[in-house]
C-alpha cells in the first residue's frame, strides 16, 4: 500500500492493527472513560461540601449574586454549574442565581433570560459600542426587569448611546434605573409613556428632560451627575414638587450656568418632608444658595456642600 495511502485510512490500518482490533480498543477506551467519570462522581459525592443540603448548597451560590463575574466574559451561574453534576442541578433549580445579570456576552444572557421564569430581573451591564445585539435581547426584557444598570463607553467623551427600545416596551418593574452616557427619549416617549414605579435613579452625563417619565412621584433616591446638555433650574424645582417621598438627592456639576440661579427667589419652596441626606457637589457658592433657597426640608437632613468656584474653590461643608 502507497504511503500516502496509509496516512489517508488511519481507520483501516494503524501500527499494524485491523480495523476490528482498533475498534476494540475504542470502546474499552469508552467503557474506562465513563468508569473514570462514576469514580470522580463518587469520590465528590464524598466531600464535605456535598453532604449539604441542596437549599443550603444553593444559598451558599447565592453569595456570588450581587459581586462581579469572576471572568469578564462569563456569568457566577454558568462558573458554578460547570463544576459537578450536583452543582449544575442546584444551579440549574435555584433561579435567583440567573436573574442577576453582567454578562457583555448576548448568547450568555439570553441562556440567563431562560433559566429565569418567575422573577424579576437584575441587569447591570457596560456597553461598547459592538453591544448592538446585546441591548436587542435586554430591552424586550424590561417588562420584567427591577433593576437596570447601563454604563456606555465611547471614544468621544461627548458621544451618547441612543437606545430607540426605550420608546417600544413598558417597565412595569423597574424599581432601580442607573444610566451613563445616555440620550433619553424625549418627552413621555420613554417606555411607552408610562412612568415605572422607580425608587432609585441615577443620571451620569446623560441628556434628558424634566418631563421623562423616570422622574416619578415614588422616586426616593436622586443623582444626577454632569448632565451633557445646560439644566433649567427652574425645571429642576418643578419636577421635584412631584417627588415628594425623596429621601436621597445628590447633585455634581448639575447647573453649570448661574444665570438662573436667582429664579428661585422668586418662586414658592419646594417641601421635602421626606428627605434624610442633600449633597450639592462641584457647585458654585451662588447656585447651591439659590438651590438652599429653593427647597425646604427638615433639620434632620444631612447637608453636604462641595463649593467650586474662584473664591471658594474645594471648599467642602458638612450641614
Known amino acids: 500500500m502507497h504511503q500516502d495511502e496509509v496516512h489517508r485510512q488511519p481507520s483501516i490500518m494503524y501500527l499494524g492493527l485491523t480495523s476490528a482490533e482498533v475498534v476494540l480498543i475504542d470502546a474499552q477506551i469508552i467503557l474506562l472513560q465513563g468508569r473514570i467519570r462514576e469514580l470522580k462522581s463518587q469520590r465528590n459525592a464524598l466531600a464535605p461540601i456535598s453532604s449539604l443540603p441542596e437549599d443550603v448548597l444553593a444559598h451558599v451560590f447565592q453569595l456570588t449574586h450581587d459581586g462581579p463575574s469572576v471572568t469578564c466574559n462569563t456569568h457566577n451561574a454558568f462558573v458554578v454549574s460547570w463544576v459537578c453534576r450536583l452543582w449544575h442541578k442546584v444551579a440549574v433549580r435555584s433561579q435567583k442565581l440567573w436573574n442577576y445579570i453582567d454578562t457583555p456576552i448576548p448568547q450568555l444572557a439570553q441562556l440567563c433570560f431562560e433559566h429565569v421564569s418567575s422573577l424579576q430581573l437584575e441587569l447591570q451591564l457596560h456597553l461598547n459600542p459592538s453591544s448592538e445585539k446585546l441591548l436587542r435581547i435586554i430591552i424586550p426584557e424590561l417588562g420584567r426587569t427591577s433593576t437596570l444598570s447601563l454604563r456606555g463607553s465611547t471614544s468621544n467623551p461627548r458621544e451618547l448611546y441612543h437606545v430607540p427600545g426605550f420608546t417600544l416596551y413598558p417597565a412595569p418593574t423597574l424599581k432601580s434605573l442607573s444610566l451613563e452616557r445616555f440620550q433619553l427619549p424625549e418627552g413621555i ?18 441628556n434628558f428632560h424634566w418631563d421623562a417619565p423616570v422622574f ?21 424645582l418643578d419636577m421635584l414638587r412631584h417627588v415628594p417621598g425623596l429621601k436621597t438627592l445628590r447633585l455634581e456639576n448639575a447647573f453649570r450656568s448661574i444665570s438662573t440661579s436667582l429664579a428661585p427667589l422668586q418662586r414658592t419652596a419646594v417641601h421635602l418632608p421626606a428627605l434624610t441626606s442633600l449633597a450639592l457637589l ?5 447656585l447651591c444658595t439659590a438651590i438652599l433657597l429653593g427647597l425646604t426640608f427638615t433639620n434632620q437632613a444631612n447637608v453636604v456642600l462641595n463649593l467650586h468656584d474662584n473664591s471658594e474653590a474645594g471648599a467642602s461643608f458638612s450641614l
Not at 282 to 286: A, N
Open 189 to 206: 416617549q420613554m417606555f411607552t409613556g408610562i412612568p415605572p414605579p422607580l425608587h432609585s435613579l441615577s443620571l451620569s452625563h446623560c
Open 282 to 286: 462641584s457647585c458654585s457658592t451662588r
Open 216 to 236: 416619578g412621584v415614588g422616586l426616593t433616591s436622586l443623582s444626577i451627575t454632569s448632565p451633557i446638555s445646560p439644566m433649567s433650574l427652574g425645571g429642576f
